[in-house]
């Protein structure tokens, strides 16, 4: 029977019901096409099990179905699956809430700069270049990633990734440079003096 709630949004819930709208698919079918289409760099498959826990949960809520089984119980991944008329709009209207909405994900790169200056200067620079260096393979793998011809629509998302990606690398380039020619710089004791006062003042307040 299904849940009184459907499951909350995931980028891995939407695949798998966006990957059904098209055909009946098994766990292995979906893995399979997150791969061939490249879809893998905006969705976390991870391990299959994350995989099978998305869809007993759509399952449960009834957003999808079981078509048919194996014969061998043993494989789950030969159990076919297809999306519900419950599950086509559960699916727009996630859709469309993502992209209307942006998301507080709290990625791990903004959390590392709100606490740089536990770092000196001279050890926060090499770090940030060497992430210059890993976003400039990125920019070149998203590059080559091109093969077959594709309708644009198909191919939003990475032209989003590249775009995301240059501007981050413009920004931490920058920043690489501000600190390894001094321009942004700082003391710890400074810092530390300067978190005191704001504590003892909010403790007077």
């Known amino acids: 029977m299904p849940s009184a709630s459907p499951p909350r949004s995931s980028s891995l819930a939407l695949t798998v019901l966006s990957l059904l709208s098209y055909q009946p698919l098994h766990p292995y079918g979906i893995r399979r096409l997150i791969k061939q289409w490249g879809k893998e760099q905006v969705v976390n498959v991870g391990q299959p099990a994350s995989l099978y826990r998305t869809i007993e949960r759509l399952l449960e809520a009834g957003l999808i179905s079981v078509l048919e089984t194996g014969r061998d119980q043993r494989y789950p991944e030969r159990t076919v699956y297809e999306i519900t008329s419950s599950g086509r709009e559960t699916a727009k209207t996630w859709l469309t809430d993502m ?11 903004p959390t590392a700069l709100s606490y740089l200056m ?19 393979k990125q920019l070149e793998a998203l590059s080559a990633a091109g093969g077959v011809p594709l309708p ?36 710890a004791a400074e810092l530390i003096a300067l978190a005191a006062g704001q504590d003892r003042a909010f403790m007077d307040s």
Do not use: I
Request: no cysteine; proline share 8%; aromatic share 8%.
């Open 152 to 187: 644009r629509v198909t191919t939003l998302d990475e032209e989003y990734l590249r775009a995301v990606t240059e501007a981050e690398l413009t920004w931490v380039e920058g920043v690489a440079e501000d600190l390894a020619t001094g321009r942004l710089t700082w003391d």
């Open 99 to 109: 992209l209307a909405r942006p998301a507080n994900e709290f990625p791990q790169f």
């Open 118 to 136: 536990l770092l000196p200067p001279d050890e926060a620079a090499p770090a940030l270049a060497a992430r210059a260096a890993s976003l400039r």
